[in-house]
């Protein structure tokens, strides 16, 4: 892991990481033509490996970063990438990048991705990888068609290139006012053309299409509720459904009677050992049949939420991470030092809980399977199936219809699996959603963790010791961005008791929530401003310009801060973005802390989509509202106590805080994801602030799950 | 028993205390109206009805006879969007859009009632429905927008 990160700093994490397949072209020359019709394709593949998709059977590693463009007759572009949209608005994004470098108007530009039969495979969509991998290689392959199409005319004109440019789907020469349509030049011919990298892409300050505000291109589908969900689709002959969950974690099956249930009326029942499925055409009665299994679990010991961090701390495996020197002492810059904070916090397990629950809908034909899911990662889904059914994946199509949203919380298809194990024995199409009570329990978590932190700072406000030692929450963004010699961070994992994987910046929203607090704590016992105390310590510019941005627009130590309230500061960088977040707080007699105001300063280089990006970060400030003050999973003996939006708790317009977004525009950086980043500021700026406001310092996320006491 | 949905009459076998979302969804393939939560709490599938904003999947369908139900496929006239949708798609409210359906009848609902909401009362109307991508600021503008049309 420490490798990987070191060449690649935005290199995906532990929780991420899932064995690939070897990937193969799904599709060869002969029938990616027979699929599309005629035309100009453009392939690649990262590292431009020769001949690509023309050999339709190469392998190729994990990092693999493809898309295909293809120009039909009419001038219609159609674009495969193996991206899913899960709300991050990547189908814009990615179709403004074509639009600018292609010279079509965007309204030409389809957009398939996330199938595994059309689109060339690609790990998944997480660690905010589109924008900065996807993104520069379809610009290539967008400028590369624009240069082939170029020369067409040209050869087909024969006239001088260089008095030929592009323009709204068109070739046009300037003298003469000759144009030809872009499709009209490749109509019957088959082309197909590798890209290539040494092609000139518009420059940032020559934009047009990208960075600027397109609005979500078939957003109107959604307003209408015509869009179709995973879980809104159906097929003829289609069966609901239902799996039996066992009552607790790690329960196993004793006993099961199923008898009652096959008995009634329209209703299959699958059974492969501790599978069980019941199948109905209608929902309603596939319900009652799962309600009439009988069954006995054998439910073993498990912790509780009361017993967690202790069992997390107990169950530590080796440490990992920066400074893995576990024999050096780093005490005795602690105890010499001028103050000292020592601080462990305490970190909740959270769940995603993405408004559209699991779903999946399967169909056989043969020993042929197709599969609709809401996943981040279609051809992982892919992979797994092809595992748990032994069969080819090339057997299996995964399509991943644009889905309600995951948060780091969708990179696996269990509703898909499902709905395929129970299909196979119906002969029919089966569809399975998932209740929000299965949602919140059978999905995974953020993990839970704990983090102990003891650092010392110098009278002058140099921080001089850090040590972190982080339990079970992960390693992203465990480094400290302040300049410190002596220092030690470790990550210890833990298996966890509760199911658990990545979820929007990982583990960063719990280290930066320990380091924020930590460098907000030792500021107060220097008497200094923490802001100054940050800049004093940062040698990093855009973590500065974020941070001086934000506090700008804050009026950060400028105007008075009234009564019962407080401010506070902090801020983070993970995936090539730089965040800063100031929050003002107030608080109430009865305990509840209201976010009164918070400005959100963000950097991630060359903004794609000014619109779309003030919306992610405006989202992840209120997604990480909750998870700062109330959001937990509870539970005990193995049970989740709380799987029901009406006891877990989540951000509503009430608790919307007037919310000011500053996005620094670095047209010099290359653009970095912007999904993940923007949350980390939040949670330490409201303890911070509350901090500020009170004088009580919490050491807990969520801060206050029972109002402030 | 017959429905009287989106200005249209249906008859549906449904059981007794099925959900109105149920039937919509399962047996009409009215798919707009969401599950988000059963429960009523989550407002992923509001409905009209007669006029108010209700959560379909708490709502007996059988309670809803004789009754106008407004779903989310009948806002828009003639094919022209509501006021609402059109000032949703001005504001780009939306990132992964599964809560857009109830939001809009929500809003409908609320505007349907008082004209030029203040924001307090907005929220308020709103309150019931989760964004988890946290898109209210966008929502918020679009409501504002909508009503001083």
Known sequence: ?709 | MDLLINDKKYNVAAEPGESLLNVLRNRLDLTGSKYGCGEGSCGACTVLIDGTAARSCITPAGTTVGKKIITIEGVAKNGELHAVQKAFLRADAFQCAYCAPGMVMSAVSLLGKTASPSETQIKAAMQGNICRCGTYPRIMKAIQEAANI
């Not at chain 1, 299965?438 to 102990?452: K, L, N, S």
């Not at chain 1, 974020?546 to 009234?562: I, Y």
Request: charged share 25%; proline share 6%.
């Open chain 1, 1 to 709: 892991m420490k490798e990987q990160k070191e060449k690649d700093p935005i290199a995906p994490e532990q929780y991420e990481l899932r064995s690939p397949p070897p990937y193969e072209f799904s599709m060869n020359r002969r029938n990616f033509f027979g699929v599309l019709g005629s035309g100009l394709a453009i392939t690649f593949t990262l590292g431009n490996l020769p001949g690509a998709a023309l050999s339709g059977a190469e392998t190729y590693n994990e990092d693999s970063v493809a898309a295909w463009i293809h120009i039909n007759g009419e001038g219609k572009v159609t674009v495969y990438s193996g991206k899913a949209e899960v709300g991050q608005n990547i189908r814009t994004s990615l179709s403004q990048i074509v639009a600018e470098e292609l010279h079509v108007p965007i309204d030409k530009i389809t957009m398939v991705l996330g199938d595994t039969a059309l689109t060339p495979y690609d790990r998944g969509t997480f660690g905010s990888r589109s924008i900065p991998y996807m993104g520069p290689q379809l610009r290539k392959a967008a400028a590369t068609a624009r240069e082939i199409l170029l020369d067409m005319a040209a050869s087909e004109w024969k006239a001088d290139r260089a008095s030929l440019f592009i323009e709204a789907g068109e070739i046009r020469q300037r003298a003469s006012g000759k144009a030809i349509n872009i499709g009209q030049l490749t109509k019957g011919k088959q082309l197909m053309k590798p890209v290539n990298d040494n092609v000139p892409v518009t420059p940032g300050d020559q934009w047009k299409v990208t960075g600027t505000s397109v609005p979500k291109v078939n957003g109107e589908s959604f307003l209408t509720g015509k869009h179709k969900f995973t879980s809104d689709m159906a097929l003829p002959d289609m069966l609901h459904g239902k799996m039996l969950r066992p009552p607790a974690y790690g329960a196993t099956l004793l006993s099961a009677d199923i008898s009652a249930a096959k008995s009634m009326k329209g209703v299959t029942v699958v059974r492969d050992g501790d599978f069980i499925g019941v199948l109905a055409a209608d929902l309603m009665v596939a319900g009652k049949a799962l309600k009439a299994i009988k069954t006995e679990w054998k439910i073993p010991e498990h912790p509780s939420r009361d017993t967690i961090f202790e069992f997390l701390k107990a169950h530590a495996e080796k440490a990992e991470g920066s400074d893995n020197d576990s024999s050096r002492d780093i005490a005795s810059g602690f105890d010499n030092a001028a103050v000292r904070e020592s601080q462990t916090f305490y970190i909740d397990y959270i769940a995603h809980a993405p408004l559209e629950p699991r779903a999946g809908l399967a169909q056989w034909s043969g020993n042929k399977l197709t599969v609709w899911t809401g996943t981040q990662r279609p051809f992982g889904v892919q992979e797994d199936l092809a595992e748990v059914f032994n069969i080819p994946k090339e057997n299996i199509r995964v399509i991943q219809p644009d889905t309600g949203s995951g948060y780091g919380g969708k990179h696996t298809g269990e509703a898909g699996i499902e709905a395929a194990r129970l299909a196979r024995d119906a002969g029919r199409p089966v569809k399975v959603v998932w209740t929000r009570e299965e949602e919140f329990t059978w999905a995974y978590f953020r993990p839970a963790g704990v983090i102990e932190v003891k650092a010392a700072a110098a009278s002058d406000g140099a921080v001089t010791t850090w040590e972190f030692q982080n339990y079970n929450s992960g390693g992203s963004g465990i480094e400290t961005p302040y300049a410190v010699a002596n220092k030690k961070i470790q990550f210890h994992p833990v298996a966890s008791p509760l199911r658990q994987g990545s979820y929007r910046g990982l583990a960063a929203t719990a280290n930066v929530f320990a380091r924020e607090s930590v460098m907000n704590d030792l500021a107060l016992q220097l008497n200094m401003d923490p802001l100054t105390f940050r800049l004093k310590n940062l040698k990093d510019e855009r973590m500065k310009d974020v941070l001086e941005a934000a506090a700008r627009k804050f009026n950060w130590g400028e105007s008075k801060v009234a009564a019962g309230h407080g401010v506070g500061i902090a801020c983070g960088s993970e995936k090539g973005g730089y965040v800063a977040t100031c929050a003002e707080i107030s608080t109430g007699d009865d305990g509840e802390v209201k976010v009164e105001r918070v400005v959100v300063a963000f950097e991630c280089g060359a903004i794609i989509n000014p619109g779309h990006l003030e919306n992610q970060i405006q989202g992840a400030v209120i997604q990480g509202l909750g998870g700062a003050l109330f959001e937990y999973i509870d539970f005990k003996d193995g049970r989740i106590l709380n799987p029901f939006f009406s006891k877990y708790r989540v951000p509503r317009f009430g608790d919307t805080p007037q919310l000011d977004v500053v996005m620094l525009n670095r047209k010099d950086i290359p653009s970095a994801g912007a999904g993940e980043t923007p949350i980390l500021g939040i949670a330490p700026a409201i303890r911070n602030a509350i901090v500020d406001a009170t004088g009580k310092k919490l050491y807990t996320l969520p801060l206050i799950p029972k109002g402030l006491t």
